[in-house]
């Protein structure tokens, strides 16, 4: 792995494979990553998020599936993000201390979702206990105000955040309000952060206000796809990119995303198929095939 390199174009936001039980799959992680390399095209993984449904799962599990990533991505990834937010403090800091022992190339931290930080000073002072946890391992602040209810504008979450935590690295972006992103971008500290945006359908149009790259779950099957819609933007090939950027209008990633968040056990193929009577068999498998939809 290579962590010092600049963190940008694709992550995959990784699902987390279970068995027809209900337990965690360590054992088809190598073939996981290996599949997102060669097939996908993509380097970069984020590990216990939404996606992965890291709020879900205990201290353990999420401990047990971050060693594994790391351990699989080895020399095959660029970046392994960790998601280490939780409700309970103690809990994340607990995992942010984990992330940086493993030798995360990042960690991220969502708001706190229940008893939520009513203004900025309220979240910053969550995030900075738990950045300083690893305080050498790259901080990203996970913005989803949809999922945890905090709609604190990012723009002001920025003002004055590295002296607050020196690690802070960037957000990752998963809302649909583009012109906070555009606020944060345009502040004189952009270039040292780096915006990854979360709302894979509209990339292109935060591509164009200067997001650096990407997060999200259907990078896992739309990746390499994905990719040529950068490479058209950066030619730049505006009437291609938007080509690339319409396959996802055309597939109910709402729907997708509702099955991914409400069965933990078919988390994998709920992406992977749009046929849920095939989800025990084919989390069975591991069959890392996109819907024949995509092809
Ligand atoms: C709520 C949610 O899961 N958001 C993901 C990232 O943050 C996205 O990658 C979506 O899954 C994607 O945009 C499909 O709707
Ligand atoms: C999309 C994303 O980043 C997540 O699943 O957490």
Redesign the pocket.
């Known amino acids: 792995m290579t962590p010092r390199k600049k963190l940008e174009g694709l992550v995959a936001?990784t699902v987390t494979p279970m068995t027809p039980d209900g337990r965690i799959n360590l054992s088809v992680i190598h073939q996981y990553v290996d599949y997102l390399v060669s097939e996908q095209n993509v380097k970069n993984i984020f590990v216990n998020?939404?996606?992965g449904e890291g709020l879900s799962l205990s201290i353990q599990e999420r401990k047990q599936l971050a060693e594994e990533w790391m351990c699989q991505g080895k020399d095959k990834l660029d970046h392994v993000i960790i998601h280490v937010g939780a409700l309970s403090l103690l809990e994340s800091q607990e995992l942010a201390r984990h992330a940086a022992a493993i030798g995360a190339s990042g960690i991220a931290v969502i708001a706190p979702s229940f008893f939520k930080p009513t203004n900025k000073d309220e979240l910053l002072g969550f995030l900075q206990k738990v950045a300083s946890e690893a305080p050498t391992v790259p901080f990203y602040y996970y913005h989803?105000p949809?999922?945890t209810g905090v709609k604190i504008r990012v723009e002001e979450l920025l003002d004055g955040i590295r002296e607050q935590i020196p690690t802070f690295q960037g957000v990752k972006f998963?809302d649909t309000d583009l012109l906070d992103l555009a606020q944060c971008i345009n502040k004189k500290e952009r270039e040292q952060f780096v915006f990854l945006y979360?709302?894979?359908?509209q990339l292109l149009s935060a591509l164009a206000i200067g997001a650096n790259g990407a997060?999200?779950?259907?990078y896992n099957y739309l990746g390499r796809k994905t990719n040529l819609m950068l490479q058209a933007f950066a030619k730049p090939d505006l009437a291609l990119a938007r080509k690339y950027q319409v396959q996802y209008f055309c597939y109910p990633?709402?729907e997708?995303?509702f099955f991914?968040l409400y069965l933990p056990w078919g988390v994998l193929c709920v992406v992977l198929s749009p046929v849920p009577s095939d989800i025990p068999v084919k989390v069975n498998c591991f069959q890392l095939q996109p819907p024949a939809f995509y092809s």
């Open positions: 936001a998020g939404t996606t989803i949809a999922m998963s979360g709302v894979d359908e997060v999200g779950s259907t990633h709402r997708q995303t991914l």
